[in-house]
């Protein structure tokens, strides 16, 4: 069973976020609660396509390199950016590193150097650590989640995004063989054309 009444909208959020509104004809959103799979696609004229699915994108680790040495948090995720190490000139990495990691032993970090290095006075905060996420998925901002996807890209992919305006996007939704709801969707494939006036 396909839909073939719809309107797509998209409206552009916080932190290269888009919100995708799935519309039927009456104007009612559709159910997307129970979402199982959605992809949002963008061919491009030279380098193949901005492909994005709602598979969950992995947490990724704090690091600094500092003095030749990686500094590495052990769990993945933003928190890692709270770490913050004070080298003196004096203590070694291992002493350096081993204060903070009893210090928070939920958030303890890594070296690859061989421990024994004494590192120059400085100070130094780990960066660029990122929490797991799912790409798509339905808006958590209302209940029931009716027709809305909220779409969540990287800075390189909201820059693909631009740089396709006035192409056109292909959306493909699908809810399984058991779809919840009383305006179903089995599958959903629509295409619009992106406008600069969505960002």
Not at 57 to 67: C, F, G, H, L, Y
Not at 86 to 98: A, K, M, N, P, R
Not at 137 to 161: K, N, W, Y
């Amino acid at each position: 069973m396909s839909v073939s009444h719809k309107r797509i909208n998209i409206r552009r959020g916080a932190d290269a976020a888009f919100k995708i509104f799935v519309i039927n004809q009456e104007g009612r959103p559709y159910d997307l609660s129970g979402l199982t799979f959605a992809q949002l696609k963008l061919p491009k004229q030279a380098s193949g396509a901005l492909s994005v699915d709602n598979s969950v994108v992995a947490a990724i680790a704090s690091t600094r390199v500092e003095q030749n040495i990686t500094f590495s948090a052990l769990v993945p995720g933003a928190g890692g950016d709270a770490i913050s190490l004070v080298f003196d000139g004096s203590e070694d990495l291992d002493t350096v590193i081993g204060v903070w990691n009893t210090a928070n032993p939920a958030n303890m970090v890594a070296h690859d150097g061989a421990g024994t290095e004494v590192l120059t006075a400085v100070s130094i905060s780990l960066a660029n650590g990122m929490d797991s996420y799912k790409a798509i998925e339905a808006h958590p901002d209302f209940v029931p989640q009716l027709g809305i996807l909220l779409v969540i890209l990287t800075d390189a992919q909201t820059t693909e995004l631009r740089l396709g305006k006035n192409q056109v996007m292909q959306l493909t939704i699908d809810k399984g063989a058991t779809p919840s709801g009383d305006r179903k969707i089995i599958d959903l494939v629509d295409s619009l054309t992106v406008n600069e006036s969505f960002f």
